[in-house]
């Protein structure tokens, strides 16, 4: 099993107005530069027990990710840190140019030579307001902007390109990723249609933002029947498993610290406030259609959560392992509230205890 670090970068300090967007003037550079300095510290820790890869991701406006644009951060990772995988997971491709998110990525796993790994995501429904994305677009204009993006590192000769949300009269990526045909491709899970989606592009399935284990072990069934139809058949390492982790020295610690700093809270404030609801409902009917998200709205319990001590955290990781078939577990231990000193405490007793012991199984 490879183990994933997912590190949001998140902002460090206090008296931000819960809840999405952040208010800029709540920032504070000094605070800043220190958020950035403990995001490398976790960093560091997952390098000196062997983590396999480091996780950033790309979110907006908020104090709970730092990292608007990911492959910045990753860029920054690859060259402190020079024998792990660095995971862009993801792009959220309805925001951005997706002729400029090839050349970032070119850039990027040149700079790493050759090892990027790349998600390109949809994105959840509040970021839609970002840069003015219409949400009921974001599937097709997702689709088309992915199919853009991989033609871009394929075609040997400039192209052109007219379709219904992108045209462009020239288009020639340099510099090319230095991976051939491509760096490792992986599209989220969260539904069968996506499962099914990412099987038909050869590509790695992400499960995250799920509601428990047994829901993951579905569409990744789903996944593996629409690759096999579709004459391939991916091995646990193409399947990535997202999950938040706390580790103390006893269970009831676990526990305990878990409910004191609200981890169950996943996504925190970066969902809007509840006088916000309403309209981000709205969002989410356009994204998803009349039946809304399918599995749950964002919000708490939306991920799967291991606490507990060294040794339940890693019988509990085994049994998710077999019962969803997963060979990279991508592995959250931060929280809104939860101290840095806590997270760093955790993640050490992980590297030390868990993570041999689930590598030996």
Known sequence: MKASLFNPMKYQGKGVPYG???????????VGIESMERAFELFDVAVEHGFDW???????????????????AAAAISQRYRDVKVAVLGIVLPLVNPIRA?????????????????????????????????????????????????????????????????RYRTVAVWPRPIQVPRPPLLLAGTSPDSAKFAAKKHAMLGLSFLNSAEEAAELAATYREEAAAA?????????????????????????????EYDLGNVLGPL????????????????????????????????????????ETVARQLREAGERIGYGVADLIFTGDKLPH???????????????????SA
Do not use: C
């Open 341 to 359: 000193e806590k997270a760093m405490r955790s993640l050490e007793l992980f590297g030390t205890e868990v993570l041999p012991a689930i590598r």
């Open 102 to 166: 090839a050349e970032e990525i070119g850039m990027l796993d040149t700079l790493s030579g050759g090892r990027a790994i790349v998600g390109f995501f949809r994105g959840i429904p509040n970021e839609f307001l970002t840069y003015g994305t219409n949400p009921s677009d974001s599937r097709a204009m997702y689709e088309e902007a992915l199919e853009l993006l991989l033609t871009s590192w394929s075609e040997p000769q400039p192209f052109g390109w007219e379709g219904r949300f992108y």
């Open 231 to 259: 004459g391939w058949a991916p091995t646990k390492d193409d399947i990535l498993f997202r999950a938040r982790i706390y580790v103390a020295e006893t269970d009831e610690l676990a526990e305990s610290e878990a409910r």
């Open 54 to 72: 480091l996780t950033v991701a790309e979110h907006h406006y908020s104090q709970a990710q730092l990292a608007p644009n990911p492959v910045v």
């Open 20 to 30: 999405w967007p952040s208010p800029p003037g709540s920032w504070d550079a000094q």
């Open 271 to 310: 969902v809007p406030p509840p006088e916000k609801q309403a309209a981000n409902q709205k969002i989410l009917g356009a994204v998803f259609g009349p039946s809304g998200f399918r599995h749950h709205p964002p919000g708490p319990g939306a991920m799967p959560e291991y606490y507990g001590s060294p």
